[in-house]
Antibody, heavy 122, light 107 residues
Framework: QVQLQQSGAELVKPGSSVKISCKAS????????MHWIKQQPGNGLEWIGW????????KYNQKFNGKATLTADKSSSTAYMQLSSLTSEDSAVYFC???????????????WGQGVMVTVSS | DIRMTQSPASLSASLGETVNIECLAS??????LAWYQQKPGKSPQLLIY???SLQNGVPSRFSGSGSGTQYSLKINSLQSEDVATYFC?????????FGSGTKLEIK
């Protein structure tokens, strides 16, 4: 069965960076887009971007350009998101989520990871 | 960016009732609309895609409708396990955007 297993909670200092992971299993990792979504406490959901592990192509929400960097390791079926220059505004739960790929069309997220809480505090 | 306006923000209904949640897009999204259910402390789960297609494994009491800029999610025969926050999401254009959510409680 499809599973997206994310890394554990992070407590990080302002100005630092953090890299969180999302290990995929139960499907062909290189054939689906992997998206990242931000959810702040009590707030809604914000799409950060996607990576296609098959060739490393990425697409970002302009709002997160320079903040988030998406990578993927095909050998371990793991997607990563690095967040840099962290501030309190980056404190949130971050989800990875999969979508099918179909001739360049955008498609919904059919499987989600459990989420990673990132807390930025001195 | 396409703005997704979801209403109501919260909703309280009795077991067995039918509830409707609305989502209004700021421009035509050509039915590229999904609904997700998020239970407390959990990740969202896909319920409906393409505005009206039921995701595998989702109970048939959930249904979606709409076109253009106006969409709705209907839950028939409300069950206790339906307590959750529901989000709409458009995937017609970048950046992908979500509604602000509807928190559903049992009266």
């Amino acid at each position: 069965q499809v599973q997206l297993q994310q890394s554990g909670a992070e407590l990080v200092k302002p100005g630092s960076s953090v890299k969180i992971s999302c290990k995929a299993s139960g499907y062909t990792f290189t054939s689906y887009d992997m998206h990242w979504i931000k959810q702040q406490p009590g707030n809604g959901l914000e799409w950060i971007g996607w990576i296609y592990p098959g060739n490393g192509n990425t697409k970002y929400n302009q709002k997160f350009n320079g903040k988030a960097t998406l990578t993927a390791d095909k050998s371990s079926s793991t997607a990563y998101m690095q967040l840099s220059s962290l501030t309190s505004e980056d404190s949130a739960v971050y989800f990875c989520a999969r979508s099918r790929v179909y001739y360049g069309l955008l498609l919904p997220f059919d499987y989600w990871g459990q989420g990673v809480m990132v807390t930025v505090s001195s | 960016d396409i703005r997704m306006t979801q209403s109501p923000a919260s909703l309280s209904a009795s077991l067995g009732e039918t509830v409707n949640i609305e989502c209004l897009a700021s421009e035509d999204i050509y039915s590229d609309l999904a609904w997700y259910q998020q239970k407390p402390g959990k990740s969202p789960q896909l319920l409906i895609y393409n505005a009206n297609s039921l995701q595998n494994g989702v109970p048939s009491r959930f249904s979606g409708s709409g076109s253009g800029t106006q969409y709705s999610l209907k839950i028939n025969s409300l069950q206790s396990e339906d307590v959750a926050t529901y989000f709409c999401q458009q995937y017609n254009n970048y950046p992908l955007t979500f509604g602000s959510g509807t928190k559903l409680e049992i009266k």
